[in-house]
Each structure stands twice: as C-alpha cells, then as structure tokens.
C-alpha cells in the first residue's frame, strides 16, 4: 500500500465515502489517495485521505473499507512511512495477527504493486478525461475500470478474481453474455494456481542470467554501496562506490536483507540500516604479507575548534547543495 499525492477537494460531507471519519467541524480536504492492492486477486482498493491523517484514523479506514470486504491479510507490505511504523499501528497488526513487512532501503521493488497502481490511477484518469478537482466523482468510475481489466497472469479480472463475478456499472442498452457465478474459494484456488504457473515460467526464464548471492553471517564485514547515498560533503563524481566496511547485525536470507551496523559511520546515522544484497559486497581484507602496503589508512577524526577570519575572499551557493560555502583567510 502507498499514496499518491493529488491536487486537494474539500468537501463538507462525504456521500461517495461516508465510512471515512470526518475532522473537528465536519469538513474534509482530500488530498491524497490511498492504495492498496490484494496481492492474490490484485483488485485495488482507492481510499481519498487528508493530510493530517493519524494512526489511529489509519486503521480505522483500514478496518472499514479493507477488512469488511475481503478480511484481514496474513502481512502487509508497505514503505517507511511514519503511520505504519507508528506504536498504533504495529500494536493494531499484533492484535489482528497481521504481519508487518516494510521495505527496504534502496530497493522498492518489494512493494511493485502499490507503484504500478499509482501509475494505473494516472492512466486511467486521463482516460476519464479528469481536470482538476473532479477526480472525486469520477473515483468510482477509475476504481471499477481499473478491477475490470482482464489480467494475463491470473487469466481473470481482479473483481472476478476477489468475488467470484463480474461488476457492471448499471443496465446496458445491448445485450451482453452474462458469465455463472463461481464460488469465491473455486475463483481464489484457479487464481492461486496461475500466479503459481505464471512464477514458475518468469523463474525458469530470470534465474538463467541470475547468479547465487553469496551467504553472509553475523559479524561479518561487507562494503556498502553509494549508488542511492546522499554523502554530504561529497561530489557525484568523486564520491567513492563503495564506504568502509560495517558489520552485519542480522541477516534475513529468506529475502536476501541484511542489517548493518552504521553506528561507526556519523554520515549514515539518519538512514535504515537494512539493505538488500544487491547494495552490499564481502569485505576482502589486505594480505599485508603478501602485499606490502596497500593497507587503507582512514582519515582521522576532525578536530572541533572556532578560529578568527580575517578577511572573507569569496561566496558562493552551489546549485546541486544549495548550502553557502565561503571562501576565508
């Protein structure tokens, strides 16, 4: 699940959502909207949020447009945001037995699903011919084109998939063929078992340009990259591909994540310390014996202290850093 940042609608009531809990004076200003996308059926769940929302409206949301149709999920899968790594939040997954499954730094794919539905809302608003604030009223119309499309590796449409039919907006004009019911457990069995088929053949196809990531254990040394890292202090160019090496805290081998020990690095203190494999490397250390000299000394820690400037030569604000830099004497 993810959000998607929209161009805010106030609103005094809410007759298109009327489960969504109304602020203080009974006024609301959507400006986000909230997705959230069944991994099993892929149907896709359209939810408009304010910005001031909380934890506790958060899952009460949750509780009221997620749960009442298709249950509680056995995990959910989300980014580090501050509301699902809220107190309010994991104790709510704890009573509702629901495991809580973030994403990693540097590597959101394991949250595809929410990105691709972000960019099908777009799709699909433009389709509708969406200007402005009128998105609201033509939500409905998104979210049902959107459960509608037939899905090539579930061969069903995700409302098809979650319950059991197919949804028509209303009576039409023309003659159409209407399909039986199925079960829900008869659709949700077919629809496992081709996600399943479908996995086998892109593994079979992926895993032949794949290599096996080496096995890593606690304690361990390894380089970290800086592909995704903001250094400060640090040109683009002269930045080096990978920092000194930290040791491994925990390993997660099922998902190929590892947490690192970033305690020795001051720059690195603001960031998630769980990295996936592909943005960490062993650390071969030098064979001074048979290598005389290659050891790498570090920079020693910089001393603080306040000196008197004489006279100010030069200023100037870099438009890549945005902070002011001063040339002294």
Request: a neutral charge.
């Amino acid at each position: 699940m993810d959000f998607l940042k929209i161009s805010p609608v106030f609103t005094y009531c809410c007759t298109l959502y009327p489960k969504i809990p109304l602020e203080d004076d009974h006024v609301i200003c959507f400006s986000r909207l909230w997705t959230i996308v069944c991994t099993q059926s892929g149907f896709i769940f359209l939810i408009p949020v304010s910005d001031n929302l909380t934890a506790e409206k958060c899952t009460d949301t949750f509780d009221a447009h997620v749960a009442s149709v298709i249950g509680y999920p056995y995990y959910i899968v989300f980014d580090l945001d501050t509301l699902f790594m809220s107190d309010h939040c994991k104790d709510w997954a704890a009573r509702q037995r629901i495991k809580l499954e973030p994403s990693t730094t540097y590597h959101p794919q394991t949250d595809g699903q929410s990105e691709i539905a972000n960019k099908a809302n777009l799709l699909a608003a433009r389709a509708c011919k969406v200007e402005g604030n009128e998105w609201l009223h033509k939500l409905s119309e998104i979210h049902f084109k959107l459960n509608s499309r037939d899905n090539t590796t579930r061969q069903h449409s995700p409302s098809f998939s979650l319950l059991g039919f197919e949804v028509k907006l209303g009576p039409s004009s023309f003659p159409y063929l209407i399909t039986p019911y199925t079960p829900a457990e008869e659709s949700h069995l077919d629809t496992s078992y081709n996600l399943y088929s479908s996995k086998v053949k892109h593994a079979k196809q992926a895993n032949k340009k794949r290599s096996v990531p080496p096995l890593l254990s606690a304690g361990q040394k390894v380089l970290l990259s800086t592909e995704n890292l903001n250094l400060l202090h640090t040109s683009t160019k002269l930045k080096p591909r990978w920092v000194t090496p930290f040791r491994i805290h925990h390993g997660n081998r099922k998902r190929n994540n590892y947490m690192l020990n970033l305690s020795t690095d001051s720059r690195l203190s603001l960031i998630h310390n769980t990295f996936h494999i592909s943005k960490i490397k062993p650390y071969v250390e030098n064979d001074s014996t048979n290598f005389p000299g290659r050891h790498e000394e570090q920079p020693g820690e910089v001393m603080e202290g306040r000196w008197e400037v004489e006279q100010l030569l030069e200023f100037c604000t870099p438009p890549r850093t945005g902070k002011s830099q001063y040339l002294v004497h």
